[in-house]
């Protein structure tokens, strides 16, 4: 493992990196947004290694580096993001097995620095997904990212029992419910079931530091939820909404007081990227409510990823607890 830039440059002044090394297979919010790389990959993670903000593993073979992965940190610091598995362009067998030894040295890596969780974003169908569930990452969810030029929303009259506000201090128990109730069972299965681990990852995605969250109520009770970072001309965007009720999967059948409340959501999302470029999202596509909701408000649909995630330090148990079956993430 490569962490700072002696050892860094050390290294790489004894060793070629291969000719196939040009593709990047682990996929971030914001490689996604660009249309194409600004320069090849092994450039970004000799750069990112120089700047200090990167941790970084390489397979060497024969004096020649033949894959590459790198990893920031992400939430709280008790999670790790891979965001870049060089590999060729047109991987092989040989690159899942170079990928498999890479990731379970991540790993190792994480727990041995007390890290709670690495994920991993790759595109759908690569042989980086065989990769890492045969290195022990468990299949979370597949996103779908949809973009667009900005959040078309505009103000419409509202429903008097919907309240929109800002996020504040002590919302996190009605959040993780709505986050519990939203999530498919194997995605917090993979990210953990507790709301320490649910703290410790929160923000996972954003890049950003200005922005905006935002909650809406019915009769008190959180239904859906907003955040939004914005960095230079990118602006990302998450919504989160209770599951419609038995009448159908579509927003027409479900609770009115939520379509409103998603509606002024959006809304503030729209007045939050207003200056943004670009607007994206990445959407877990068992959110099916969201995505229609994305798509009537000027988001278009792109590629699929798939998220993969492994926890690197499994939740204790307090023994005070562990009659009544409460389990407790360590450290929380």
């Known amino acids: 493992m490569i962490g700072r830039l002696p050892r860094a440059a050390a290294l790489l ?15 971030t919010v914001e490689l996604l947004a660009r249309p194409r790389p600004p320069r090849p990959p092994i450039v970004t993670a000799v750069q990112s290694w120089i700047g200090f903000r990167r941790l970084a593993w390489l397979e060497v073979e024969g004096g020649r580096i033949s894959g590459v992965a790198t990893a920031r940190s992400i939430g709280r610091r008790d999670a790790w993001e891979i965001d870049m598995l060089l590999g060729a362009r047109r991987a092989v067998p040989e690159d899942g097995a170079a990928f498999g030894r890479l990731l379970r040295r991540v790993a190792d890596a994480a727990s041995s620095e007390r890290v709670g969780h690495v994920i991993l974003r790759t595109p759908a169908g690569g042989v980086a997904v065989g990769a890492a569930l045969r290195a022990g990452f468990q299949h979370a969810s597949t996103e779908r990212l949809w973009t667009g030029p900005g959040v078309s929303a505009r103000p419409e009259p509202g429903v008097a029992a919907v309240v929109v506000r800002e996020l504040r201090a002590g919302d ?35 890049t950003g530091r200005r922005g905006g969250r935002w909650v809406a109520e019915v009769g008190g ?40 409340g998603c509606r002024t959501l959006l809304q503030r999302a729209a007045e939050a990227t207003a200056r943004c470029a670009r607007v994206v999202s990445l959407v877990p596509r068992s959110a099916v409510v969201v995505e229609e909701l994305l798509g009537a408000h000027g988001l278009t649909p792109g590629g699929d990823v798939e998220l993969l995630a492994i926890r690197t330090r499994q939740p204790a148990v307090d023994p005070a607890r562990r009659g009544a079956g409460v389990v407790v993430a360590s450290g929380g």
């Open 13 to 27: 002044a004894r060793l070629r990196p291969s000719a196939g090394l040009i593709e990047n297979h682990a996929v």
């Open 172 to 206: 996190d128990g009605e959040l993780f419910r709505l986050y519990s109730a939203a999530t498919p069972v194997a995605a917090r299965r993979a990210f953990g079931l507790t709301l320490s681990e649910w703290r410790a990852l929160d923000g996972s995605r954003w």
């Open 221 to 260: 009770r959180s239904v859906a939820a907003a955040r939004v970072s914005t960095r230079g001309a990118l602006g990302e965007l998450e919504l989160l909404v209770e599951p419609p009720s038995a009448e159908g999967p579509t927003p027409q059948a479900a609770d009115r007081g939520v379509r409103e």
